[in-house]
C-alpha cells in the first residue's frame, strides 16, 4: 500500500535560517511520481515539483532544494534563508502510476517563519 | 490561463440539509478530481474522472455524496443529508492526462469551506 509520512507537523524558524521538511514515503511499486504542494493561509495548494521514481538527481530552484534518495524513500524539501511569505502547510504526495491517478497526500508540515 | 475555479467559497448548513459544490477545470483538462480536506490534515480523495466517466470513488460515501462532471467540463459534489463531520474544505483538483507532459501535475482550487451545524 502507498504512504507519506511527514513526521514534522510543526516548524518555526527565523527568518534567513535554514529549514529542511522531511518526507517519507512506501509503495511497491517501481514507476511513481513525488510532489511537494504548498498551502498559504489562503487555502489554494500551490504546485512545487514533480519528480519521477527513476530521476534521482537533486534540484535547485531559487531558494528551494529537493534531495530524492530512494535508498531511503525519502524526499526532502529544504528552503534556504527563510522568508515570511514561505510561512504556509507544505504537503509531500505520492502519486503511483500503475493505479492510476490517485495522489496519496502526507499529514502536511505546517512552517512558520518568524520576523 | 485560468485556474481552477470553485464555488461557493464559503457555506454554512444544518446537520441533514443539502449541498452542492461547483467546480470548473482548467481548459483541456481531461481529469478532475474532488478532495475533501479537514482541518489539520492532508486532502483525501473522493472521486476522479476521466472525462466524464468515473475512475475511482472508493472513498466517496456513496449513502449521501455524489458527484457528476457535465459533458466532462464541470463538475458538482452534491452533500444529502449532511452531517457535523462533513465540515471541512472541499477541494477540486484537475489535470492532464497520461502520456502529456504535464501527468500526475494537479492543479487546486481555492476550494469550498464547509461548515455543518
Known amino acids: 500500500a502507498q504512504k507519506v509520512t511527514q513526521a514534522q507537523t510543526e516548524i518555526s524558524v527565523v527568518e534567513k535560517e535554514d529549514v529542511t521538511l522531511d518526507c517519507v514515503y512506501e509503495t511497491r511499486d517501481t514507476t511513481y511520481y513525488l510532489f511537494w504542494y504548498k498551502q498559504p493561509p489562503s487555502g489554494e495548494l500551490v504546485f512545487l515539483i514533480r519528480r519521477n521514481s527513476f530521476d534521482e538527481q537533486n534540484e535547485i530552484s531559487g531558494r528551494y532544494s529537493w534531495n530524492f534518495q530512494k535508498s531511503t524513500s525519502s524526499f526532502n524539501f529544504t528552503i534556504t534563508a527563510s522568508q515570511v511569505v514561505d510561512s504556509a502547510v507544505y504537503f509531500c504526495?505520492?502519486?503511483?502510476?500503475?493505479?492510476?491517478?490517485?495522489?496519496?497526500f502526507g499529514t502536511g508540515t505546517s512552517l512558520t517563519v518568524i520576523p | 490561463e485560468a485556474g481552477v475555479a470553485q464555488s461557493p467559497r464559503y457555506k454554512i448548513i444544518e446537520k441533514r440539509q443539502s449541498v452542492a459544490f461547483w467546480c470548473n477545470p482548467i481548459s483541456g483538462h481531461a481529469t478532475l478530481y474532488w478532495y475533501q480536506q479537514i482541518l489539520g490534515q492532508g486532502p483525501k480523495l473522493l472521486i476522479q474522472?476521466?472525462?466524464?466517466?468515473?475512475?475511482?470513488d472508493s472513498q466517496l460515501p456513496k449513502d449521501r455524496f455524489s458527484a457528476e462532471r457535465l459533458k466532462g467540463v464541470d463538475s458538482t459534489l452534491k452533500i444529502q443529508p449532511a452531517k457535523l463531520e462533513d465540515s471541512a474544505v472541499y477541494l477540486c483538483a484537475s489535470s492532464l492526462g497520461r502520456g502529456t507532459s504535464g501527468f500526475g501535475v494537479q492543479y487546486f482550487g481555492p476550494g469550498t469551506r464547509l461548515t455543518v451545524t
Open positions: 474522472f476521466q472525462n466524464n466517466g468515473v475512475v475511482d
Open positions: 504526495a505520492l502519486v503511483d502510476t500503475n493505479t492510476g491517478n490517485q495522489f496519496y
